[in-house]
């Protein structure tokens, strides 16, 4: 069985204060605004609106936890890179992110998703220096690489890994599309050897 099917909302929050006490190993979705992060969940989950997709960058402003068969959770963290929202606002988020990518006892690893045609843009490089201060695994997830020719695909993940080479944590890259349903299997295995390897701080 898939280790994402089943997924069950549990919470959204605006704080990491409002988060449910630490229960369970937990894996962050993260990424830009527009770079598909809500599709990437939805397929995964096998679920057409687990997570909301929205054609306005900056909409979903919470922290949502969903719950998986096997106890792990899935949390889907505000898109981040929100042109459309006021500066304050910005600041808040951000610290929001910070806070829970770094402080987060029971966060084994993170799910980074960037839109393959514009990877690693500086937002993106913030995040990954956020997390990867912990040490602990950040897998990198290229979306809508079916807009991309084959020798496109190549060249970008070559190079976005060569980017990559020394962040401080494990990192690992893929491309995946929530279109063609491809790439499903391989975040799969990732996180499955995440949580096999009791990667928990808990």
Wanted: with cysteine.
């Amino acid at each position: 069985m898939s280790l994402f099917r089943h997924a069950v909302f549990e919470i959204s929050v605006a704080k990491p204060s409002g988060l449910p006490a630490p229960f369970g190993d937990e894996i962050a979705f993260a990424g830009r605004s527009n770079a598909g992060k809500s599709s990437a969940i939805n397929t995964l989950a096998a679920h057409t609106r687990l997570a909301y997709v929205s054609k306005t960058p900056g909409r979903t402003q919470l922290i949502n936890l969903f719950r998986l068969k096997n106890g792990a959770a899935m949390v889907d963290l505000p898109g981040y890179g929100f042109a459309q929202v006021p500066m304050a606002v910005r600041r808040e988020w951000q610290g929001l992110l910070e806070h829970y990518l770094t402080q987060r006892e029971n966060l084994i690893g993170l799910v980074l998703i960037m839109d393959s045609r514009r990877p690693l843009l500086e937002l993106d490089w913030k995040m990954i220096g956020w997390f990867s201060a912990t040490g602990r695994p950040i897998h990198c997830l290229l979306t809508k690489s079916d807009k991309l020719t084959k020798q496109e695909q190549t060249k970008i993940l070559r190079e976005t890994k060569k980017a990559l080479t020394d962040v401080g944590s494990p990192v690992t890259v893929q491309l995946f599309s929530s279109l063609k349903k491809t790439g499903m299997e391989e975040v799969e295995t990732v996180v499955a050897g995440w949580l096999a390897a009791g990667a928990s701080t808990a």
